[in-house]
Nanobody, 122 residues
Framework: QVQLVESGGGLVQAGGSLRLSCAASGLSFSRYYMGWFRQAPGKEREFVAAITWRFGATRYVDSVKGRFAISRDNTKNTVYLQMNSLKPEDTALYYC???????????????WGQGTQVTVAS
């Protein structure tokens, strides 16, 4: 049974930082693309960032480039999202996801976590 468990969300002031973690189990983590999506109230879920399994190449939605950084530790089956210079518009439920194929905007994925809430106060 595949499980993705997110942690690290919370309330932060604008300009602050948070680090999200996602611990994976029940899958061959080192062979999966890993990513983060988010969903704000009243909006559709959107792609945030992804990292490949083979070379650790990363991609980001334009709105977070230069502020967020995704990374993975295959020895710990964990993917991270370092979020700096947070803005109120970053407020959302952040989901971890694992996919056997490439991740990106509009793409589907195989497994999802339950989400961790990030709230950025102005």
């Amino acid at each position: 049974q595949v499980q993705l468990v997110e942690s690290g969300g919370g309330l932060v002031q604008a300009g602050g930082s948070l680090r999200l973690s996602c611990a994976a189990s029940g899958l061959s983590f080192s062979r999966y693309y890993m990513g983060w999506f988010r969903q704000a109230p009243g909006k559709e879920r959107e792609f945030v960032a992804a990292i490949t399994w083979r070379f650790g190449a990363t991609r980001y939605v334009d709105s977070v480039k230069g502020r967020f950084a995704i990374s993975r530790d295959n020895t710990k089956n964990t993917v991270y999202l370092q979020m700096n210079s947070l803005k109120p518009e970053d407020t959302a439920l952040y989901y971890c996801t694992a996919s056997e194929s490439d991740l990106g905007p509009g793409k589907t994925s195989d497994y999802w976590g339950q989400g961790t809430q990030v709230t950025v106060a102005s």
